[in-house]
């Protein structure tokens, strides 16, 4: 993490158009209350693009670039700002600018989608990132000397990335802890009404087909096996023996694995299918829980159980 020396650092938020707009404020607002509370000479911000006009985020709402992007601050900070698509979508004006800045030294961190810029760019080859995990599959298939990190953010190097969404005020908050008086993270936190700081090493929640990754091949079969019996549950003793172990070696695998059972993780590939008919809000609670074998009762306990909701409560949250 950049350090000020006692000078005030700007930051220079890079947006391109379809830019996650959470991940964008939530840093900002971590900045603009810092700054509000007394620090308006340890840092500030501006928002550039590559032509200076409207840039509209995925969200559909255009901001307004207030900063020259050929034209830095000396001790900038360069923020990059992508979104969903990015590894579609390539922006060679972006990677050139990237790769320019690099040459001259320059600090960039990148949030959400930004790290895809980062990897396309060659900035990150050999480096931890910490990526959306939506991103993940890109990146390991086209950036495989690209370090990937499940965590909300990583600090380390010339590069900070963090995974997007609020995870962007938790890297923002790790800056101003290391560069601002004590207590000052402390009050960001309390007036945006952010429930603790974050440590970047707790992870990004993440669906279940990504929760349950292995290198283990005996496990990897059996998660596969759950995947592809998602509506039908086979036992298992059935899983046991189509792996080609015991139901206790498999249970014990299992364990070391993931810290779970192989019935707690067949519940959760199996609720997590459920969910998305949950939300969908096309069918009775009753008829999907019955669907996958369930009593009415006995499906809301195992379903609050794995998201914390009632599929009543989270069909009705549903926007």
Known sequence: MNKTCGSKTHFVFVVENGFTM?????????????RKLGATDLFSYSVCALEHEPVVASNDIAIVPDGNINNLPKNAILVIVSGAGADRHPNPALIAKLRYWSRQNRPIWALSSGVVRLAQAGLIDDCTVAPHWEDVPYLREHHPKVGISTSLFVDNGRH?????GGAAADLMLRFVEHNAPSG????????LVIDGVRDGRLRQSLPAQMRFETSNKTVFAAVRLMERNLFDAL??????????VSQRQ?????????QKTPSKVYAELRMDEARQEVLAGHRSLIDIAMDYGYQAGNFSKVYCRVFGVLPSEDRKNCP
């Open 22 to 34: 959470q991940a964008f404020s939530s840093a900002v607002e971590v900045l603009r209350v810092g």
């Open 160 to 164: 900070p990335t963090c995974s997007g």
């Open 184 to 191: 000052m993270v402390e009050d960001i936190a309390s007036r």
């Open 235 to 244: 036992s298992l003793h059935e899983i046991a023996r189509e792996v080609g």
């Open 250 to 258: 498999l249970e014990r695998l299992f364990r070391t694995e993931f």
